[in-house]
T-cell receptor, first 112, second 114 residues
Framework: GAGVSQSPSNKVTEKGKDVELRCDPISGHTALYWYRQRLGQGLEFLIYFQGNSAPDKSGLPSDRFSAERTGESVSTLTIQRTQQEDSAVYLC??????????FGPGTRLTVL | KQEVTQIPAALSVPEGENLVLNCSFTDSAIYNLQWFRQDPGKGLTSLLLIQSSQREQTSGRLNASLDKSSGRSTLYIAASQPGDSATYLCAVSPPGAGSYQLTFGKGTKLSVIP
């Protein structure tokens, strides 16, 4: 079956612009995660959605970052007023809420 | 705050060699530890997951061990192949309700030379 998909695969934007990144989880997966991977750094947890529960937003680095999820389907990560330090690969994962997380290919964001 | 360190940052070996990748973590109170493989443009693939009560897991040519008390894990790859070339990531999860919050190391970039 289809895995986790993310779009766009690459995004180049200018400092100060807003960007939206999209994640399509595996069908039936109730859990969805967003991570950020900056160059030379480990993955950083950003946000976690589980079913209809309130999301865990504790990893979002600033109020410029927000994410939404439509039911148990698509999620969008929005970064407002982008800064150069936001340049990173943004990875999405989905799962059934247990130990295993299935990762998408990521979106590489470059802020000029 | 949990910190995960992976040594070495990069490793180059000739095809056929056995090799060991190292992972250490500062807080031994973990729920589980996972090893992932990351290929460029393809995201992460889970290789092995070790629960905190386990000492090792094996899958094919891969064997991962866990010594929770000393905060260490190793990933052993036997008879390496060029297709094993990738970045290997170690991640730990905390106990309790927040066990989904993985803390990752920076990875070891492995190159297997034909």
């Amino acid at each position: 079956g289809a895995g986790v998909s993310q779009s766009p695969s690459n995004k180049v934007t200018e400092k100060g612009k807003d960007v939206e990144l999209r994640c399509d989880p595996i069908s039936g997966h109730t859990a969805l995660y967003w991570y950020r991977q900056r160059l030379g750094q480990g993955l950083e947890f950003l946000i976690y959605f589980q079913g209809n529960s309130a999301p865990d937003k504790s990893g979002l680095p600033s109020d410029r970052f927000s994410a939404e999820r439509t039911g148990e389907s698509v999620s969008t990560l929005t970064i407002q007023r982008t800064q150069q330090e936001d340049s990173a690969v943004y990875l999405c994962a989905s799962g059934t809420g247990g130990n295993e997380q299935f990762f998408g290919p990521g979106t590489r964001l470059t802020v000029l | 705050k949990q910190e995960v360190t992976q040594i070495p940052a990069a490793l180059s070996v000739p095809e056929g060699e056995n090799l060991v990748l190292n992972c250490s973590f500062t807080d031994s109170a973990i729920y589980n530890l996972q090893w992932f493989r990351q290929d460029p443009g393809k995201g992460l693939t889970s290789l092995l997951l070790i629960q905190s009560s386990q000492r090792e897991q094996t899958s094919g040519r891969l064997n991962a061990s866990l010594d929770k008390s000393s905060g260490r894990s190793t990933l052993y790859i036997a008879a390496s192949q060029p297709g094993d070339s990738a970045t290997y990531l170690c991640a730990v999860s905390p106990p309790g309700a927040g066990s989904y919050q993985l803390t990752f190391g920076k990875g070891t970039k492995l190159s297997v030379i034909p």
